[in-house]
Each structure stands twice: as C-alpha cells, then as structure tokens.
C-alpha cells in the first residue's frame, strides 16, 4: 500500500503545470518528507516528479496540437494561424515560466498584462479567440492560469 501512496503523491506534485515561489516550497517540502517517510534519496523523488511533469507537459502539448488541427481542418484558423498561435503558446509559457519568483500581487498583475496582450495579439492576426476558446484565465485556488476557455 505505501507504494500506491507514494505514486498517487508524486503524480499529484508532477501535475503541476506552471510553478510558481509558492508551489516550490511546498513541492520541496513534500519531496523531503516523502524522501524521508519511504527512506528514499530526496534526488531520486525529484527526478521522479520531474520526469513524470516532462510527460504531462509533453501530453498537454499534443493536446494542444490536436485542437488546433482540428481548427484548422473545421475551417476556424488557418494553418498560418496554427503556426503563429504555437509560437505564441511557447512564448507566453516562458513568460509565465518568468513569473514564478514574483509575488502573488506581481504575479496576478503580469498575467493580466499578459491576458491583455493575447487580446490584442489576437485580434491583430484575426483570432477569434471566443470560437476558438483560447487564451481565458483560469483561477486555481490562490493562483491563475491560462487556457482554453471552454474549460472548467
């Protein structure tokens, strides 16, 4: 049973999309106590987590990718459209990547600076995002994310 404990831990922390200061402190505390509660090296459970965020990254991008071949393919973007929203998508995730040793206030104020960009990026390359559903603001307990905004 401690295995099945240990796995649903890890796999709860590798959810974890978008860190941020908050986040790794907790996550690094529950690596140490898992480390230390099922007599692991602290390096092996983070390795661990870290591969498993790796292929939840890697899914989430495929993910990706489908819809907006399937946009393309329903006639919604083009496929010049596709290129630059996957240009975009990579760019905002290192943007957002850069935010994670902001404060909360400083965090939720670069995201909407960020949310307002997208708008208007959008708009200047004729993306309707509303059909599409891209680029909403989630809220995930204390923080934010962005995704499609047919989500929950």
């Given amino acids: 049973m401690p295995t099945i404990a240990l796995v649903a ?11 941020v200061s ?15 509660r099922f ?3 602290e390096s092996d459970v983070h390795e661990v987590v870290n591969q498993v965020r790796s292929e939840h990254r890697a899914t989430m991008t495929a993910q990706w990718e489908t819809r907006l071949t399937k946009a393309v ?4 973007i083009t496929e010049a459209q596709k290129k630059l929203i996957l240009a975009k998508h990579a760019e905002v995730m290192t943007k957002i990547e850069g935010f ?7 965090r939720k104020t670069k ?9 208007k990026w959008a708009s200047e390359n004729s993306i309707n995002t509303k059909e599409l559903g891209f680029f909403r603001m ?3 307990g204390k923080g934010e994310r962005m995704g499609w905004a047919d989500e929950k």
Wanted: hydrophobic share 35%; glycine share 6%.
């Fill in 100 to 106: 994670k040793n902001l404060s909360p206030e400083e």
């Fill in 111 to 119: 995201m909407k600076e960020l949310s307002d960009e997208l708008k």
């Fill in 138 to 140: 989630h809220k995930l």
């Fill in 39 to 41: 007599n692991l090296k």
């Fill in 22 to 36: 908050a986040q790794d402190t907790t996550y690094s505390t529950l690596v140490t106590k898992i480390a230390e």
């Fill in 9 to 19: 831990i890890l796999g709860a922390i590798a959810m974890g999309t978008y860190p």
């Fill in 73 to 76: 393919s329903e006639g919604k």
